[in-house]
């Protein structure tokens, strides 16, 4: 049995960063940090993050003496603005490939351009460049849900893209809009840690019998990976935790390919190959035993 793991599994740099910057403020600051939301689509990282101190909230209340961090998603110019008034210091954790996504919207939309958001409608990335934004962005989920009425009115129009699609739905989409807009601009703002990722499941579903994704089910980016993966290989299965390993699926499987969402720990990763390793093990011993269960 040979296990392959995907060099790029698992944290993307923004999220590395926003975590280290969490810590680094709960150590230095406790019990000041407050957080909008969850740092990341991951429910291990959000208890960790918890257990160190930092405070999620869901809206801002007077914030003398509080420090708001900002998520690596980014956050909408009203936040910092509301947040400044109610007495918080904000750090900011956006990551700097969202930051770009910001200011390219920005720009265009001063020159005169409508903004054309791909993304998923609701995302906290896609609610922050939103809120970065003086009139209305217009968002496309999906090659399904193309507004075509909409789209007959704009004359011209800046496409930017939330930084974890795919760039096959991206391009299929943005071919419409070439063919609908007149004057239009595309930035593929997809960041570098997704498109290696992308890349790498083009390969590794192909060529092995089992594909296992790893992330929460909250993760959108993860939700990608595994949709990508599945069309190459039926065998595909998207876990959250060693915990949702079935042995069965290890039936007749010579090699299996491991990938991780950029919000999923390298722990549970690991967990989850210790884990197939020990079934292995009992698989050749006895065929009746249970497989045994890796600890966090
Ligand atoms: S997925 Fe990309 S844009 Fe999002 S935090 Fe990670 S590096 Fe930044």
New binding site residues.
């Given amino acids: 049995m040979k296990i392959t793991l995907a060099k790029s599994a698992g944290f ?4 590395k960063r ?1 975590l280290n910057l969490a810590r680094k403020l709960s150590l230095s600051e406790p019990g000041k940090i407050y957080i909008l939301g969850d740092i990341v689509h991951n429910e291990l990282v959000v208890k960790q993050i918890k257990k160190s101190g930092v405070k999620k909230i869901k809206r801002l209340k007077p914030g003398m003496g509080r420090i708001l961090l900002i998520r ?2 980014g956050a909408g110019k009203k936040i910092y603005q509301t947040a400044k008034k109610l007495g918080y210091e904000i750090v900011d954790a956006t ?4 930051r770009q996504i910001h200011e390219i919207a920005r720009e265009d939309e001063a020159s005169g351009y409508q903004i054309i958001i791909i993304g998923d409608k609701k995302h906290d ?1 896609v609610n922050g460049i939103v809120g970065q934004l003086n009139q209305k962005a217009l968002i496309i989920s999906s090659y399904k849900n193309i507004p075509y009425k909409k789209l007959s009115t704009i004359g011209k129009a800046s496409v930017v893209v939330q ?2 699609q795919n760039l096959e739905n991206v391009l299929k989409i943005v071919e419409v809009l070439k063919r609908q807009i007149k004057d239009l601009k595309f930035h593929n703002t997809i ?4 498109t290696v990722k992308q890349e790498e499941l083009k390969i590794l579903p192909r060529q092995n019998d089992l594909m296992l994704v790893i992330g929460s089910k909250t993760s959108a ?1 993860t939700k990608r990976l595994y949709q990508i993966a599945k069309a190459l290989n039926k065998k595909t299965y998207w876990i959250n935790s060693a915990k949702d390993l079935k042995k069965g699926w290890l039936k007749g499987i010579e090699t299996i390919g491991v990938t991780a969402g ?1 919000s999923t720990p390298d722990s549970v990763t690991q967990t989850v190959i210790q884990q197939i390793k020990n079934c292995l093990d009992f698989r050749s011993l006895s065929k009746k035993r249970a497989c045994g269960q890796a600890q966090h």
């Fill in positions: 993307c740099f923004g999220v926003a690596a998603h990551c700097p490939k969202v990335e930084s974890t960041c570098q840690p997704t980016n950029a």
